[in-house]
């Protein structure tokens, strides 16, 4: 039983991007058997690695919006901390060109060293036909947005509206005609978005819990990718999405076709948001 789970480990960890010498550690030589403390230990690393980089991550989230609301609340009236727009940008700059790259960079240059997960494995060509992939598309979009606008309705009964309040993105765009608002609004989330959170949760969270199975790691993923959009109108949407990601990029090997099907996700997000402000 040892001997079969050593080997179900190493193709687990083969598969899905690691390199030789991450097999080697999980096995210690092909065909040699792993004691139960040794499996347990590196399912130990496994987890330890995902969960520090979730904690480093939303802590750093949560510190920076502590402090953007701060500065709102003792801000004068007209200075920049009163302006959405700005706040908006600031946030945006600094979540996806600064908070993204160093987690990245965290992870493959300092945690990553004894599996041997190379970012650039996850950047294959599709192995499913383009029918395939605008089918998935479609069963995603549906399913997450379906899920999300149930679930969310049922959330704000049982809240009452009373931890529901509008985000700062609300607030970008104020009117049909504030065109500005609108790009300001765009960019980071039908444009950086794709990319970069497929990066942290595809790319590498996904792939760092897959040798405990891809079921669990999908789970896993999908879950934290909807807390981390931390609104009530988006969690149940994310997570269901987040789970259908990670199940479509097990099956194609291709980040980039993850992060067309997410681009696709929130592009209609965004043209079904400002439809409203046209009635």
């Known amino acids: 039983g040892k001997e079969l789970i050593a080997c179900v480990l190493n193709e687990r960890v083969l598969y899905c991007g690691h390199s030789q010498k991450s097999a080697t550690l999980l096995t210690k030589e092909k065909g040699e058997k792993m004691d139960k403390k040794s499996i347990n230990k590196q399912i130990?690393?496994?987890?330890?690695?995902?969960?520090?980089?979730?904690?480093?991550?939303?802590?750093?989230v949560a510190l920076f919006?502590?402090?953007?609301?701060?500065?709102?609340?003792?801000?004068?009236?007209?200075?920049?901390?009163?302006?959405?727009?700005?706040?908006?940008?600031?946030?945006?700059?600094?979540?996806?060109?600064?908070?993204?790259?160093?987690?990245?960079?965290?992870y493959y240059k300092c945690l990553n060293r004894q599996n041997g997960l190379r970012l650039s494995g996850a950047f294959k060509k599709s192995q499913r036909s383009?029918?395939?992939?605008?089918?998935?598309?479609?069963?995603?979009i549906g399913v997450s947005q379906l899920a999300g606008i149930i679930l969310s309705t049922v959330a704000r009964e049982i809240l009452k509206d009373s931890a529901v309040s509008n985000s700062i993105s609300d607030m970008v765009v104020k009117s049909?005609?504030?065109?500005?608002?609108?790009?300001?609004?765009?960019?980071?989330?039908?444009?950086?978005?794709p990319v970069f959170e497929e990066l942290i949760?595809?790319?590498?969270?996904?792939?760092?819990?897959?040798?405990?199975?891809?079921m669990f790691a999908a789970v896993v993923t999908g879950c934290a990718f909807g807390i981390w959009h931390m609104n009530i109108s988006q969690i149940f949407m994310a997570a269901f999405c987040g789970v259908f990601l990670c199940l479509i990029f097990e099956k194609t090997k291709s980040i980039k076709t993850v992060m067309f099907?997410?681009?696709?996700?929130?592009?209609?997000?965004?043209?079904?948001?400002?439809?409203?402000l046209q009635i």
């Open 44 to 60: 130990r690393g496994i987890s330890n690695r995902g969960a520090l980089l979730l904690v480093i991550f939303c802590a750093v």
């Open 176 to 193: 049909k005609t504030d065109y500005l608002g609108m790009i300001l609004y765009g960019i980071p989330v039908v444009l950086l978005a």
């Open 65 to 106: 919006m502590f402090f953007r609301s701060f500065m709102y609340r003792v801000s004068e009236y007209g200075s920049m901390w009163q302006d959405p727009k700005i706040i908006w940008s600031l946030s945006n700059a600094l979540l996806f060109f600064v908070l993204y790259p160093l987690l990245l960079l965290l």
């Open 130 to 140: 383009k029918g395939w992939i605008f089918k998935w598309l479609v069963i995603t």
């Open 201 to 214: 949760f595809r790319a590498t969270i996904y792939r760092n819990n897959r040798p405990m199975g891809a």
């Open 261 to 276: 099907i997410h681009f696709a996700n929130n592009l209609l997000f965004f043209g079904l948001k400002f439809a409203k």
